[in-house]
């Protein structure tokens, strides 16, 4: 079960390749953008809580997913590929095994613990 869950996280990291080569961006954005939304872990600095709530914002699918839909309802390109990295890099996150976190340790994650326990 767990490759196949891997092999639907690749199909929508391909996905997610193919959007982004509907946008007018040079090839070389989507590798400078696609580890952006870890500075999001930065809130771990302040306590766990908050940097699980700012990871899992900026590692939720359906966010990018709305920001995507946003930026094609209003032909806003930034917008979309925001949209488009957010889900990509989410697809690649779970790929590896890194998914959204609970409050309590960074390591606490919907897919189980990260490492060893």
């Known amino acids: 079960m767990n490759n196949l869950l891997k092999l639907e996280e690749l199909g929508q990291f391909i996905l997610s390749i193919i959007l982004f080569n509907q ?7 989507f590798p400078i953008c696609i580890l952006l939304p870890d500075f999001s872990m930065l809130g771990y600095l302040i306590n766990p809580k908050i940097g699980a709530w700012l990871y899992n914002i900026f590692h939720h699918k359906f966010i990018g997913i709305l920001i995507f839909m946003f930026g094609t309802l209003f032909n806003n390109s930034l917008i ?4 488009i990295i957010l889900f990509a890099h989410s697809a690649m996150d779970r790929i590896f095994g890194y998914g959204l976190k609970f409050t309590d340790n960074f390591k606490n994650t ?8």
């Not at 946008?23 to 954005?29: C, K």
């Not at 979309?80 to 949209?83: A, C, D, K, R, V």
């Open 23 to 29: 946008l007018e961006y040079a090839w070389w954005v």
């Open 80 to 83: 979309s590929l925001i949209g």
């Open 110 to 117: 919907h897919l189980g613990w990260i490492g060893k326990n």
